[in-house]
């Protein structure tokens, strides 16, 4: 009798708190929504030392938690959500934990794919950023399958950074455009070839053992496109061009002067050219590079347990982004740590957007 009773009452204040945590949401609804929020779980070890808990413990209630904050999140509107769940800095850790939170990800992973979880309630589509060939082969496993099995969801997205630092994505995004851009220099050096131009950057290039998949590859690319620019100029120079061209003048050969003279001018045309269509690399070609190009920047990032750093997260897309770090720990994190970040983001909002486009 009293363990129906004690049902009852749970669920009348469940009920309860749902419809005012609505109410709440539609107050909220009425300013600017952040469509992007990320969190920084952070806190979850000395939760768990607190609580005079097994350090693994501390990892599981971070869980709970997050079901909930994301819970609060897709109801108010937000339609990304980022958490760094962590981070390549993390594999320096002990042995043992690492081995303890790689199967507890697995584990987690495979709770979100179940029928009754949260991820199918909100038709959530999963994304995973960073670098997975660092993960153990059961958790990549996992990864990719709940990849898959999300891929239809277009409702909300929920981006899990594991093995990642924003450094690395930069290093990544970057090693990718070189690559691009190789392929077009090598795609434009087979449409067209001038004065062997082509052919003796190559030479060069090779001679040199340039190696755009090198990390110092953007610097040795800059220094081809400056070497491939005057290429022309100094083929003319090495040519006799310039110099016949000034003993035509003083010998008043009209005929050969205007040959010559209409030589330089195709040749300094022709170097134009090639100067327009060699393919520097753009701010653009970065960030379509990034891991985190699948969604728009952060409108506010949230970092648990009052740390006021980013600890190398997000560092390129928070450029105008808040940052709200309420003391609570993670498994401490609440409804009412939301609502307080929302607020100070519609209070900001404006001067964020005036930001936003002068950037």
Request: aromatic share 10%.
């Amino acid at each position: 009798m009293r363990k129906t009773t004690g049902n009852i009452v749970g669920q009348f204040f469940g009920g309860l708190n749902c419809y005012l945590r609505r109410c709440i949401f539609a107050i909220l609804s009425v300013g600017p929504v952040p469509s992007h929020i990320a969190f920084i779980m952070d806190g979850n070890r000395r939760y768990a030392k607190k609580k005079n808990m097994e350090e693994g413990d501390g990892h599981k209630a971070g869980f709970e938690a997050l079901t909930s904050i994301l819970r609060y999140c897709y109801e108010l509107g937000v339609k990304y959500v980022t958490v760094y769940a962590f981070s390549i800095d993390n594999f320096k850790r002990k042995s043992k934990e690492v081995k303890s939170l790689m199967e507890l990800m697995r584990k987690k992973i495979e709770e979100l794919l179940e029928q009754e979880s949260l991820i199918n309630e909100y038709g959530v589509r999963l994304h995973f950023i960073g670098d997975m060939q660092l993960l153990t082969e059961p958790v990549r496993a996992a990864v990719e399958r709940a990849t898959r099995v999300t891929a239809h969801n277009n409702q909300r997205v929920l981006l899990i950074c594991v093995a990642y630092t924003s450094r690395h994505e930069i290093v990544h995004a970057v090693q990718e455009c070189c690559k691009e851009k190789l392929n077009e220099v090598q795609a434009l050096k087979e449409e067209k070839v001038t004065d062997g131009a082509f052919s003796r950057i190559d030479q060069g290039l090779k001679g040199n053992d340039f190696d755009l998949f090198s990390q110092d590859s953007c610097k040795e690319y800059q220094n081809a496109i400056t070497a491939y620019s005057t290429e022309v100029e100094s083929a003319a120079r090495n040519d006799g061009l310039y110099e016949n061209n000034i003993e035509n003048h003083i010998d008043n050969d009209t005929e050969a002067e205007t040959t010559l003279y209409n030589g330089l001018v195709e040749l300094t045309k022709e170097r134009k050219d090639i100067q327009d269509e060699v393919p520097f690399i753009k701010l653009a070609d970065i960030e379509k590079n990034m891991y985190m190009a699948v969604a728009p920047d952060p409108d506010i990032l949230i970092r648990s347990s009052g740390e006021a750093r980013l600890s190398n997260f997000l560092l390129w897309q928070t450029t105008t982004c808040p940052l709200y770090a309420p003391t609570a720990l993670w498994p401490e994190i609440g409804l009412r740590h939301l609502i307080w970040a929302v607020l100070n983001f519609q209070r900001h909002y404006f001067y964020l957007e005036k930001k936003k486009k002068q950037s």
